[in-house]
């Protein structure tokens, strides 16, 4: 069954509103859906010229805006976490910075020193601590894992790429989740998000999954919006592989992103979901990342991804999202191949 939320109705289960896993994020019961498609009238012919037209060109240019790291005010009140990470958590900060903007991670140049860390991180992941630990925190490096074994296909030399691919697949297929921790996974992200939203009646959804992002991630993650007046919500589900070597949308978010649009400035927040350390609350938070983190993310390396995006009016281009059923098999088949 196809997962996408454009065009399609939200499946909800119980007075709660948790909807089920694969069906849709947004257990936000009745949200409308605020259509970003422009109507069949407007769409251009194929023998429309490319040129712009007199009325076209004469429209003011789109306002730009800067861009600048700012959650305050925004989730749960946190205490901050002195101890070491949990097992898996150098593999989840790896996997953070495989993102290929704008095309397939898989298609991003992997060099020597990338290599070197990932393959400590994957050294330092034990399967028999993980086995002590949740659901939630086993699919969380599992999720890293995947991330890592699709995005390391262009490294050099070629055959290191293969060797990191199979660690990591390896790790992937331990950390498999049962039926029963897929099912114990259900309503966790309205636990995620609930700090986050506020006036949850506010808010309702954009558009279907975007493509752009989930393409940029080899598909290891699937990205779902919200809008409320002049902020914007991408929450980001992760993508896990059941014990029959299934990839599933997993009702977890683990990663977020805020935009708030002012006058001049956007202000945008970044979160991820990290394994438990120790004397730092449950499972299954979403921690705003550290100011020089998500500045950092947000700028880029070799070029401003985000700004190039939305530093503009928030976007009115259609956005049909992925086909879900043929990524998830496309994924599964990445994922097999040598």
């Given at each position: 069954?196809?997962?996408?939320?454009?065009?399609?109705?939200?499946?909800?289960?119980?007075?709660?509103?948790?909807?089920?896993?694969?069906?849709?994020?947004?257990?936000?019961?009745?949200?409308?859906?605020?259509?970003?498609?422009?109507p069949a009238s407007a769409a251009p012919s194929a023998s429309a010229s490319a040129v712009p037209s007199a009325a076209a060109s004469a429209r003011p240019a789109r306002p730009l805006r800067?861009?600048?790291?700012?959650?305050?005010?925004?989730?749960?009140?946190?205490?901050?976490?002195?101890?070491?990470?949990?097992?898996?958590?150098?593999?989840?900060?790896?996997?953070?910075?495989?993102?290929?903007?704008?095309?397939?991670?898989?298609?991003?140049?992997?060099?020597?020193?990338?290599?070197?860390?990932?393959?400590?991180?994957?050294?330092?992941?034990?399967?028999?601590?993980?086995?002590?630990?949740?659901?939630?925190?086993?699919?969380?490096?599992?999720?890293?894992?995947?991330?890592?074994?699709?995005?390391?296909?262009?490294?050099?030399?070629?055959?290191?790429?293969?060797?990191?691919?199979?660690?990591?697949?390896?790790?992937?297929?331990?950390?498999?989740?049962?039926?029963?921790?897929?099912?114990?996974?259900?309503?966790?992200?309205?636990?995620?998000?609930?700090?986050?939203l506020g006036d949850g009646e506010s808010w309702k959804i954009r558009t279907g999954p975007t493509r752009i992002h989930a393409t940029a991630e080899g598909f290891t993650l699937l990205h779902?919006?919200?809008?409320?007046?002049?902020?914007?919500?991408?929450?980001?589900?992760?993508?896990?592989?059941?014990?029959?070597?299934?990839?599933?949308?997993?009702?977890?978010?683990?990663?977020?992103?805020?935009?708030?649009?002012?006058?001049?400035?956007?202000?945008?927040?970044?979160?991820?979901?990290?394994?438990?350390?120790?004397?730092?609350?449950?499972?299954?938070?979403?921690?705003?990342?550290?100011?020089?983190?998500?500045?950092?993310?947000?700028?880029?390396?070799?070029?401003?991804?985000?700004?190039?995006?939305?530093?503009?009016?928030?976007?009115?281009?259609?956005?049909?999202?992925?086909?879900?059923?043929?990524?998830?098999?496309?994924?599964?088949?990445?994922?097999?191949?040598?």
């Amino acid at each position: 069954m196809a997962i996408g939320l454009t065009r399609r109705t939200l499946a909800i289960v119980g007075g709660a509103g948790v909807a089920l896993i694969g069906a849709g994020l947004f257990w936000l019961k009745g949200r409308p859906k605020t259509s970003v498609s422009p109507p069949a009238s407007a769409a251009p012919s194929a023998s429309a010229s490319a040129v712009p037209s007199a009325a076209a060109s004469a429209r003011p240019a789109r306002p730009l805006r800067e861009l600048v790291y700012d959650c305050s005010g925004l989730g749960a009140k946190l205490a901050a976490c002195s101890s070491s990470p949990a097992t898996g958590g150098a593999l989840i900060e790896a996997a953070r910075w495989v993102s290929g903007a704008a095309i397939s991670c898989s298609m991003v140049p992997r060099a020597a020193d990338w290599q070197k860390r990932v393959n400590a991180a994957l050294g330092a992941v034990s399967v028999p601590e993980l086995s002590k630990r949740s659901p939630l925190e086993r699919v969380l490096v599992q999720n890293a894992a995947l991330r890592i074994a699709i995005c390391s296909k262009d490294s050099s030399p070629p055959e290191e790429g293969r060797r990191i691919k199979a660690r990591a697949r390896k790790l992937v297929q331990e950390l498999a989740p049962t039926p029963a921790e897929l099912g114990a996974l259900s309503g966790t992200s309205k636990a995620q998000l609930l700090p986050w939203l506020g006036d949850g009646e506010s808010w309702k959804i954009r558009t279907g999954p975007t493509r752009i992002h989930a393409t940029a991630e080899g598909f290891t993650l699937l990205h779902e919006r919200l809008g409320r007046g002049d902020d914007f919500m991408n929450a980001a589900r992760l993508i896990g592989v059941d014990k029959d070597g299934r990839p599933r949308v997993l009702d977890v978010v683990g990663r977020l992103s805020v935009l708030r649009y002012g006058t001049s400035k956007v202000a945008v927040c970044l979160a991820d979901t990290r394994p438990t350390n120790a004397g730092c609350g449950a499972p299954g938070v979403l921690h705003p990342m550290a100011p020089e983190l998500g500045a950092q993310l947000i700028r880029g390396s070799g070029g401003p991804p985000c700004w190039g995006c939305h530093a503009h009016e928030r976007g009115t281009a259609p956005d049909a999202g992925p086909d879900l059923e043929r990524e998830l098999a496309k994924l599964k088949a990445d994922l097999e191949a040598p």
